[in-house]
């Protein structure tokens, strides 16, 4: 059934594109970040990277590279581990501030936003880098702590740090430190999520309450009070335990895997319904906001549906395996809070439409401009 056929779309003006500036919108996960990947990044790469899928990390068949140099068939014990794809690569870059907030900090944002990263796409990590840019002055007690925060996020993810890098720049060159890490895993034989494996009839289903790491970072950073409340803590956590519980549930069946940070789940939503070419129809009574969490959005002026979130994970699964998976979801401790929030429709490809409180459709787009700076 079609909901939405000529949407009237209102939105905040965009920053014009003549100005050939890069502004802090481009950094969002909206509608500026994706300009800027397919406009400047992905373009400026080469005509290698013009057919990425934009997951969240790639998948690499090293068959080309570890034949034996002889001809003859395998390539030596454990080689099968690394053919057929199942190699997994991922890196990204962490700028947060503050750099410490209740729930978490930079060190441990860093681990657990790579690993999440892999897990989406069915992986289970194997070795971290980490790389850390930090400023002239910054304390060297600080950084002895929050580096320790990535050795104990590491460990708790069972995942080995195996080398990394250091730069000191001058003040006012960074703001305190940056963290950039590159994370490797091994695909599990049965995972086959992709961002353009979604297909009309797949059940969605989000794993916890959304808007928590968004909210907290900006009250802490803006000292706004609303992190007194002990509820409103940043929900980052490593994502891969779960994310083998729904492929032991669902194998193949588990369709599309995506963690929704910047530009929260709206964004991310809309990167999979493009991604894939179908619609997405999303009941706005499924979704779990959290009381402190609709407070101050209500509060600010925000859309809980672009805060972003490093501790949940949206999944599209086939509706024959959407129970078993759920169920093995709320079997986690991560996943307790596990729902259903919607389905894959073959109408409005591209688009994703909210089912609203009082029984309207209304179309869920991508954020424009910044709305949280400086979160991951």
């Known amino acids: 059934m079609s909901v939405i056929n000529d949407p009237v779309q209102a939105t905040c003006p965009a920053p014009h594109a003549e ?38 990390a790639a998948v690499l068949d090293l068959e080309p590279f570890i034949a034996p140099a002889d001809g003859s068939a395998g390539g030596g014990a454990g080689s099968e581990d690394l ?20 729930g978490g900090d930079i060190g441990a944002l860093a681990v657990h936003g790579t690993v999440n990263d892999l897990a989406m796409r069915g992986a289970q990590p194997l070795a971290l880098t980490v790389a850390l840019i930090v400023e002239e002055g910054f304390a060297l007690a600080d950084l002895r ?39 490797f895993g091994r695909r599990a034989p049965r995972a086959r999520c992709s961002a353009t494996a979604i297909r009309p009839g797949d059940a969605i289903l989000l794993s916890g309450p959304i808007g928590l790491h968004g909210v907290t970072v900006l009250a802490t950073r803006e000292d706004l009070g ?25 194998g193949a069946d588990v369709h599309a895997l995506r963690d929704p940070t910047r530009g929260g789940l709206a964004s991310a939503l809309n990167e999979l319904a493009e991604a894939s070419g179908v619609g997405i129809l999303v009941e706005e009574d499924a979704i779990p906001v959290p009381p402190v969490v609709a407070a101050a959005c209500d509060l600010l002026g925000l859309d809980p549906l672009h805060v972003a979130n490093e501790g949940c994970a949206v999944a599209f699964v086939h509706p024959a ?22 389905t894959a429709v073959a109408d409005n490809a591209g688009r994703v439409a909210l089912h609203t409180l009082v029984g309207a459709y209304r179309i869920v787009d991508m954020l424009v401009g910044e709305q949280l700076p400086r979160i991951c």
């Open 321 to 342: 395996s959407a129970d078993a998976v759920l169920a093995a979801i709320r079997s986690c401790p991560e996943g307790a809070e596990a729902v259903r929030i919607g």
């Open 145 to 183: 702590r929050l580096v320790a925060s990535v050795g104990r996020a590491a460990a708790r993810a069972g995942v080995p740090v195996v080398a990394g890098d250091t730069k000191v720049v001058g003040r006012g060159c960074a703001d305190k430190l940056f963290i950039t890490t590159t994370g």
């Open 226 to 250: 609303f992190d007194a409340d002990p509820q409103l803590r940043s929900d980052t956590r490593p994502l891969h335990r779960l994310v083998q519980a729904m492929l032991d549930a669902g």
């Open 19 to 56: 100005h050939e500036r890069v502004l802090l919108g481009h950094g969002s996960g909206g509608q500026l970040s994706a300009r800027l990947l397919h406009d400047v990044i992905v373009p400026g790469l080469g005509a290698a990277a013009a057919d990425l899928s934009l997951d969240d």
């Open 83 to 102: 053919r057929s794809g199942s190699v997994v690569v991922t890196t990204d870059s962490f700028v947060v501030d503050p750099l410490e907030f209740p």
